[in-house]
């Protein structure tokens, strides 16, 4: 046999390509089983009891506001004629968006095989829970008349009325309270298995009832796994759809106004980009924390799979830079006085510092995790992450507020500014938020054991023993 014979039949060397794994250092399934559990079983540290007191304390004082505002009347908002939807609004808008990205990294990313989220998804699944628990202060309160909320549901009632279910506020109640029944469940399925392994670790009684409760008597038969994986499947698909379906029907809120500004086709795609966007940044703010708190959770949330979200912010970052320049486009092209005099006000008007933020950062941030080396420092990531949020929000308040302050005829324009009860109350369900994770990543394990154990080398029977 020839020697261009030989090097034809020998094995390519595809150390090059080879793809980084789940679990670092070569971790086996038992490690991965006590470091999870570790941060619940373990003693409660000294930085937890700080960060839930002030997270708590911002959460109380935005619950007193909102106690306050229901007592008083929307009065005490900084809302007014014609800014009628204002911060509370913008901030309903804000949360909505954040956590479609959860569900987009959980569901999706599952439904497509993509093996990297695992150790990221079941955070992100719990922050689209608490983020749509948060966005769902705001419709209620809204209304002024808090006790006469639940005329929005189409339940009978004594007065012989039923809601306009034309009406986008409608369209709002059965978007958030789906998505929020959906995710929920979606988020508790996949913990049954975990929560069934700390209750087979308790060592106290209450501990092994409230996981034994919780865990809905799971015995990891193969009948039981069989259930659970065509279940967990189900609700990933139908958590995939309401991720588009209920952020269309929020952009839709604004997109069938007439009203300069929001009155644009493009919206679903706008708000679907934008939330996936800032969604991400969410992800990778909550995570880079935790695994540096953490030490043992270094080897399963692992830098390649924070650059993979990275990733992912630089491609939706991308996508709301197009939108941006499309929605101007538009203005221009259309010809239409009105809506290019609500963008010529947008970015020269009393309030045109909010718009200069919002493209400040959300056409530059997001670009500069082009660079690998931006992408992999960690620290950097975080500063950035956060920075993208921030550029989220202020564009959610120039999409919802700005384009109301000038309207169709000049004598109705106004001006807004927030009251002191407007930011409490905005910075009480970022309390609200926090409080919540907190209380997840101390009693509840923030990945899914047994999906990490089953990405572990060896754990497929086409595996080789000199993989890595």
């Not at 008083?72 to 804000?94: C, K, M, R, Y």
């Amino acid at each position: 046999m020839s020697a261009s014979a030989t090097n034809e039949t020998e094995t390519p060397d595809l150390s090059a390509i080879a793809r980084p794994p789940q679990v670092l250092n070569n971790r086996g399934p038992l490690w991965v089983t006590d470091a999870v559990c570790s941060i619940v079983e373990g003693k409660t540290p000294l930085w937890w009891y700080a960060g839930i007191t002030v997270s708590g304390a911002f959460a109380a004082a935005g619950l007193a506001c909102i106690l306050y505002m229901i007592v008083t009347g929307v009065g005490v908002w900084g809302s007014n004629s014609p800014a009628f939807w204002a911060w509370d609004i913008t901030n309903f808008i804000f949360w909505v968006s954040m956590a479609h990205a959860g569900s987009f990294i959980s569901a999706v990313l599952f439904l497509t095989r993509q093996k990297w989220s695992l150790s990221v998804s079941r955070a992100a699944e719990a922050m689209t829970v608490f983020a749509i628990v948060c966005a769902g202060v705001y419709p209620a309160i809204h209304i002024g008349r808090v006790w006469f909320v639940w005329f929005l549901f189409p339940v009978p009632n004594n007065y012989g009325m039923w809601p306009n279910f034309s009406s986008p506020l409608l369209w709002d109640v059965f978007a958030v309270s789906s998505y929020l029944t959906v995710s929920s469940l979606f988020w508790f399925a996949g913990m049954i298995p975990d929560l069934a392994v700390l209750r087979d670790r308790a060592t106290t009684k209450i501990r092994k009832f409230c996981y034994g409760v919780a865990s809905l008597g799971w015995l990891g038969t193969a009948r039981q796994w069989r259930h659970y994986e065509s279940m967990y499947v189900l609700l990933a698909g139908l958590t995939a759809v309401l991720v588009v379906t209920v952020t269309t029907i929020v952009a839709s809120d604004c997109a069938t106004s007439v009203i300069p500004g929001w009155h644009a086709t493009i919206f679903p795609f706008y708000f679907m980009a934008g939330a996936v966007y800032s969604g991400s940044a969410t992800v990778l703010t909550l995570l880079i924390p935790l695994r540096a708190l953490y030490p043992q959770l270094k080897d399963l949330i692992t830098p390649s799979q924070l650059e993979k979200v990275a990733k992912l912010l630089l491609m939706m970052g991308s996508c709301v830079a197009y939108v941006y320049v499309f929605e101007l486009f538009c203005a221009w092209y259309s010809g239409n006085a009105f809506e290019r005099g609500a963008f010529w006000e947008r970015f020269h008007g009393t309030a045109a510092w909010y718009a200069i933020t919002c493209l400040t950062i959300n056409l530059t941030v997001p670009q500069l995790f082009w660079f690998k080396r931006i992408r992999t420092c960690l620290p950097l990531v975080f500063v950035l992450a956060i920075l993208c949020n921030v550029g989220m929000w202020f564009e959610r308040f120039m999409i919802v507020t700005t384009s109301l302050l000038h309207d169709f005829l000049p004598s109705s324009w106004g001006n807004f500014h927030p009251s002191i009860v407007d930011i409490l109350t905005a910075t009480g369900t970022v309390g609200i938020f926090f409080t919540l994770f907190l209380l997840f990543i101390r009693f509840v394990p923030v990945m899914s054991m047994n999906e990490l154990k089953a990405a572990l080398p060896g754990a497929q029977p086409q595996h080789s023993g000199e993989e890595h």
